[in-house]
């Protein structure tokens, strides 16, 4: 079989998926997917899920006519990994009548895409679809090539790109996304040409198959790339500990972040590799961080113009959260007046030399995409001022495509009651702590799962960030070094920027008679039991305080607290000393906001697959010593409680979150989860 590799195209790869697709999928829609998920992954071409492709068909509809259709990408889906149900069909001479159209409002172009789908539950097509269908070729392959970008935002970007793409493509002005921009690209069109640049905007290739759209949008592609000079070599960046810096500065920016500029929580994303810190340390780079955007697609997600932060040379947190508040009162100022009116967003990406390329959101992945995007923008500004001034979209240009209805719409928003918000669990990997990381994570939460490095953590990491993407984050933290807890807190804030709620469950259980424990065993409890507790607090107070949000504090304690058990007396008086403790952290940490509350929870045996401690510490003898099996004893448990319930590592999830959420002023309490034990009822 003919392999090619050129460009990336494989037939062998094309018609492995064509086949993996079935026949319900036509051979050019999968050879549509094919081309599309190679533009996808290159992040120089689609960075962020940028880009669009599409295709031509003829298919039947319900009276067995066979009418044109145009498969073009839904909007919001990233060409990666896209599949053949994110290509909705359109009504293709529906569409391409509206070529007669003078202009068309954005909700009438909005409305118009939306009815001219065959499938009513189809996904929304790209705003970019009216361009693919006044396009007479079949395949329509558009991306926001760095390269062509690069050039086109040069002030002398028309020549440049001209001179980099020769004859065989049309350069059209810089129109924003919808009709005015179809219209252009139709006029321009003619046949011979294999392609059209649209100035400050991306590149546009079309072909008969989807192979030769794809290798003209490379060919073109690589002659750009050839126009631009490479990235010069940076100098190694400034001495200085980034990462002990990012620690310090991020809960900081955050704080000033929710208190200036109304944000509430926001999530921090950090790229400090040595290219970044270097550029960041050169003298032009503010000047490259304030000018526009590559293209309106990046600056819907980084803002028009990141947040410069010139920090103090020490660590001093005053003098950096002043550095802080000052540079948002600039950045808001600028924001204000380049707006015109309103109330300036949030900064979406901020450069902070020392520290990285910070992008800004209400969840780590759109923070993600504003650090990367910015990053990319930057070291493309660097390339492309080596031939010139940088120029890019007039401001005016930069307003219209900020406020624009749909291109806003694009931007997904965080969902959930906890949204925005970032947890830390210690003994996640248990029972009770997985069942509390889901019940965090199904109320939108993010959260640092932490335990002993191990197969424990590691399942707890593949499981829940298989169902909750981009939120779970798996930290080793051993509760009893003073280094680990603090260590897991700086991974926390370099990844995530912050911290809003403690979930304070690690402990361990043992039985024995007070005259058969072993003073070993009593201080191994204690040690976690206790000293855990306590450096977890401490270490939890010492974050809130720096970030100055308030914060959540719940310790999953137990209604051994209040009714021990004979044969359990490490674990209770541990865990009565643990309960102690938090009950002083709600009077210190009050001053701040912070709240602390505990659970109180009987007897959590398993969660799912998961065995808890307890169980495998006291389970085997119980059951021996009542003559009862596994069965038997949950009995005993539920039975022995006024509801009759047994006790789940979910009903604990519960109590937490309604700490979590903040239903009630409530601050020093304990809520019990025991299905009713009156010996134990807090008082
Ligand atoms: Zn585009």
């Known amino acids: 079989m003919a392999t090619s590799t050129a460009g990336g195209w494989?037939?062998?790869?094309?018609?492995?998926?064509?086949?993996?697709?079935?026949?319900?999928?036509?051979?050019?829609?999968?050879?549509?997917?094919?081309?599309?998920?190679l533009l996808g992954e290159d992040p120089s071409l689609c960075a962020a899920g940028g880009g669009n492709t599409s295709v031509k068909l003829t298919e039947t509809d319900l009276l067995g006519r066979e009418v044109p259709v145009l498969r073009v990408k839904a909007s919001g889906v990233d060409l990666a990994g896209i599949g053949p149900e994110s290509f909705p069909a359109l009504d293709l001479s529906a569409l391409r009548e509206l070529s007669a159209l003078p202009s068309l409002a954005e909700e009438e172009l909005e409305n118009v895409l939306l009815q001219s789908r065959f499938r009513h539950?189809?996904?929304?097509?790209?705003?970019?679809?009216?361009?693919?269908?006044?396009l007479p070729p079949r395949f329509v392959d558009h991306t926001h090539a760095e390269a062509v970008l690069g050039l086109t935002n040069l002030s002398d970007g028309e020549q440049r790109i001209r001179a980099a793409l020769g004859e065989k493509v049309a350069v059209i002005p810089y129109t924003a996304p919808g009709l005015a921009l179809a219209r252009a690209t139709l006029a321009a069109y003619q046949p011979g040409l294999v392609g059209m640049v649209w100035m400050g905007h991306g590149l546009v290739t079309w072909g008969e198959t989807a192979e030769e759209s794809y290798?003209?949008?490379?060919?073109?592609?690589?002659?750009?790339?050839?126009?631009?000079?490479?990235?010069?070599p940076f100098p190694p960046p400034p001495a200085g500990d980034h990462r002990r810096r990012a620690a310090a500065v991020l809960p900081l920016l955050r704080g000033v972040l929710a208190a200036e500029a109304a944000s509430g929580p926001l999530l921090s994303v950090t790229h400090?590799?040595?290219?970044?810190?270097?550029?960041?340390?050169?003298?032009?780079?503010?000047?490259?961080?304030?000018?526009?955007?590559?293209?309106?697609?990046?600056?819907?997600?980084?803002?028009?113009f990141p947040l410069w932060v010139e920090l103090p040379g020490e660590d001093d947190p005053y003098l950096i959260r002043r550095r802080l508040s000052e540079a948002l009162a600039r950045h808001r100022t600028a924001y204000r007046e380049y707006l015109g009116d309103g109330e300036p967003p949030f900064p979406r990406a901020a450069c902070i030399p020392g520290v990285g390329v910070v992008g800004l959101g209400r969840d780590a992945a759109s923070a993600r995409t504003a650090a990367d995007l910015l990053r990319r923008a930057l070291l493309l500004k660097v390339r492309a001022s080596a031939l010139g001034p940088y120029r890019g979209l007039s401001r005016e240009e930069c307003r219209h495509a900020e406020t624009r209805a749909l291109q806003v719409a694009k931007v997904p928003k965080a969902a959930g009651e906890l949204a925005g918000k970032v947890a830390l669990v210690t003994g996640?990997?248990?029972?009770?702590?997985?069942?509390?990381?889901?019940?965090?994570?199904?109320?939108?939460?993010?959260?640092?799962?932490?335990?002993?490095?191990?197969?424990?953590?590691?399942?707890?990491?593949?499981?829940?960030?298989?169902?909750?993407?981009?939120?779970?984050?798996?930290?080793?933290?051993?509760?009893?070094?003073?280094?680990?807890?603090?260590?897991?807190?700086?991974?926390?804030?370099?990844?995530?920027?912050?911290?809003?709620?403690?979930?304070?469950?690690?402990?361990?259980?043992?039985?024995?008679?007070?005259s058969e424990l072993s003073l070993e065993d009593f201080r191994r409890l204690e040690k976690v039991n206790v000293e855990g507790t306590l450096l977890v607090l401490a270490e939890l107070g010492r974050r809130f305080a720096l970030q100055q949000m308030g914060g959540d504090v719940i310790l999953v304690s137990t209604k051994n607290v209040f009714a021990p058990g004979a044969g359990f007396g490490a674990y209770s008086a541990t865990k009565a000393?643990?309960?102690?403790?938090?009950?002083?952290?709600?009077?210190?940490?009050?001053?701040?906001?912070?709240?602390?509350?505990?659970?109180?929870?009987?007897?959590?045996?398993?969660?799912?697959?998961v065995r808890?401690?307890?169980?495998?510490?006291?389970?085997?003898?119980?059951?021996?010593a009542r003559g009862l099996d596994e069965k038997g004893l949950e009995e005993y448990y539920r039975s022995r409680n006024l509801l009759k319930v047994s006790v789940t590592a979910a009903h604990v999830a519960e109590a937490v979150l309604f700490f979590a959420t903040r239903r009630t002023p409530t601050t020093g309490a304990t809520l019990p989860v025991d299905g009713g034990l009156p010996d134990a009822t807090p008082r």
């Not at 060919?219 to 050839?226: F, G, P, T």
Request: net charge negative.
């Open 577 to 609: 000393a643990a309960h102690q403790l938090a009950r002083i952290a709600s009077l210190e940490l009050a001053p701040l906001g912070v709240r602390v509350n505990m659970v109180a929870p009987d007897a959590v045996f398993s969660h799912g697959a």
């Open 272 to 304: 400090s590799d040595p290219a970044t810190l270097s550029l960041l340390a050169d003298e032009r780079a503010q000047g490259w961080a304030a000018s526009p955007a590559p293209t309106s697609d990046h600056l819907v997600r980084t803002g028009a």
């Open 428 to 514: 996640a990997a248990g029972a009770i702590g997985t069942g509390i990381c889901e019940g965090l994570l199904a109320a939108g939460c993010h959260v640092a799962a932490t335990d002993l490095p191990g197969e424990g953590l590691e399942r707890l990491e593949r499981e829940l960030g298989n169902r909750f993407p981009g939120r779970v984050l798996a930290l080793p933290l051993d509760v009893t070094d003073p280094a680990s807890v603090k260590g897991a807190f700086d991974l926390l804030l370099e990844s995530w920027g912050g911290v809003d709620i403690g979930v304070v469950n690690a402990g361990l259980a043992h039985v024995a008679t007070l």
């Open 121 to 134: 539950l189809a996904p929304r097509p790209s705003i970019e679809a009216l361009a693919h269908a006044f």
């Open 612 to 624: 808890s401690g307890l169980w495998q510490e006291v389970g085997p003898g119980r059951m021996k």
């Open 215 to 232: 290798r003209r949008m490379m060919e073109l592609v690589a002659m750009a790339e050839k126009a631009l000079p490479p990235l010069p």
């Open 10 to 37: 494989s037939a062998v790869a094309a018609a492995a998926l064509e086949r993996e697709m079935g026949p319900a999928v036509s051979r050019e829609l999968a050879q549509r997917v094919y081309s599309s998920r």
